[in-house]
């Protein structure tokens, strides 16, 4: 298994001047009651680095013990990737050894140069456990064996040391923690029950697709082309929109994973969660899309933030679209799934025992970050480790949009985060200047806050100008809006509109641009006109 996150390593750096001399005199020892002048100046520098749990084991699958810096190799998208440390917190093995080289210079011959000091018995890292009941995933059956198999693990499988939290998640009712980390086993199996009691959790899309399935069978022309029959269109675009939100809500449950230290394994329950929900219907997958990308970036979130996804299977029928998702997410975080539904509760008992031996390696991220998803692959001693990372080297300022969308998928649990704004000169005269503030939105964002106490609706607003994100125009068209009221200063390029054409009203600017350039060429007062 193997887990990361990006780290940022703060060192205060006191300078001070040592002068060797001949051994002291009178005079000397007397100058050492002098008092040393405190300036109050300290010096910070900022390390970034990637890092990354790896657990190595040999081709019979044991443990790979004493390996330093000089056994690993690590490539990021295809490119050999410079290390700046390894950590090796094996438990399985007698000692724990840190080594750290200079990536920057390749020149250097490591050999015999490396940092290594033998320290106390490595110590097994304890590992916090997240129950993640998807429940807009569940139809009936797999909602119930879900929430039996987590409260038999509370029950039966969960250690005196274990810490665990219960989260769930419908499309009505958002994102819900029930329980936070705890050891109090008594507080998790009512946060389960209540998941499975709650109203509000009980989502109708995955019970009812049985019944919505057979109307469309009813209602599709045997004789005619299923794939143009808009019954299963509507119905394979929602199933795309819903998994959307559904992927978007794991991913801001990792990002606040992050802010709690140490690993976690995440059980994730589900039963119709797919990265191809066009093939659940006899449609035309490449009119609907796929959740690929989506779940690359899960996997890349899940490494920053320590986590390792187990894909618990629910459903009583085994499901390959399913178990696919399952595979995927194991191979990208280092977690594991279960193919059918008999090895249910035997799968979630073992998740995150055993002896796993474990090594941290330290990673230098380009300069600036990289948002982008980049496949990882590591060589311990010339073995190819089996599982194909996912990463993401991010900059601070993806960094704090990262906090920002976290904090829109659970308003409940939100913190205070930094707020900042581009603030940008547009044109300066004597005496003064004119400067534009820039906001970026993605809607993504709008359909996961959930609606207040006793309402329906979300309700949102912005009055500032807002650039749309490349999906923006299907994410606004699939939300509960009504009326989108916009101007005609930027031009909506037709893939945009073809969402937005039954929603959306343009206001055109042109008289008022004609107006002001009247004013100018009369040499009238253009500001007048607003208070017109």
Known sequence: MK??????????????????????SAADTEKKDIPVLETGMVESTEVVLMLLDVEATDAEGRPMRGLTLRDFAVQVGGRAQPLYSVDDLCPCGRTTEKTVGPPFDPNRDLAGKENAAAAAPAQPEPVQFVLYLDFSQLGQDGRYRAVEAAKRWISETMGPQDRAMVVAYAEGAGLRTLSSLTDDKAELSAAAQEAYD??????????????????????????????????????????????????????????????????????????????????????????????IGLVDQIGAEAILSRTSIYTAFSGAADNPLATSLGASLADFTGGGYNRGPAGLARFVRGV??????????????????????????????????????????LSPADRWMRSARAVLAAPDSARDIPLSAAIVPVASRAGGWDARVQVALDPSSMALVPPGPGSKETKGSWEVGALLSDEGAQLLASLPIKRIITTDTVPIPAGKMKYLEDKITILSVASLIGEVIRRAHEGRSVGEMFNE
Not at 7 to 23: D, H, K, M
Not at 380 to 390: D, E, I, M, Q
């Open 198 to 291: 709650a109203a509000d959790l009980v989502d109708p899309f995955p019970i009812t697709r049985s019944s919505r399935r057979a109307f469309c069978q009813r209602v599709c022309s045997p004789s005619g082309p299923s794939t143009d029959c808009a019954c299963w269109l509507t119905l394979a675009r929602e199933e795309y929109l819903r998994g959307r939100r559904s992927f978007e809500s794991m991913k801001w449950l990792l990002a606040r994973l992050g802010d709690t230290p140490g690993r976690k394994s995440l059980v994730f329950f589900s039963q119709d969660a797919t990265m191809f929900p066009a093939r659940y219907y006899p449609v035309d997958e490449s009119r609907i899309g796929d959740h």
């Open 3 to 24: 887990r990361g996150f990006l780290s940022s390593r703060r060192f205060g750096l006191l300078l001070a001047l040592v002068l060797w001399t001949q051994p002291s």
């Open 352 to 393: 995150g025992r055993g002896c796993e031996c474990i090594y941290r390696i330290g990673l230098v991220p380009p300069e600036g970050g990289d948002a982008g998803v980049h496949k990882v692959t590591v060589e311990a001693r010339g073995r190819r480790l089996p599982n194909s990372y996912r990463v993401q080297f």
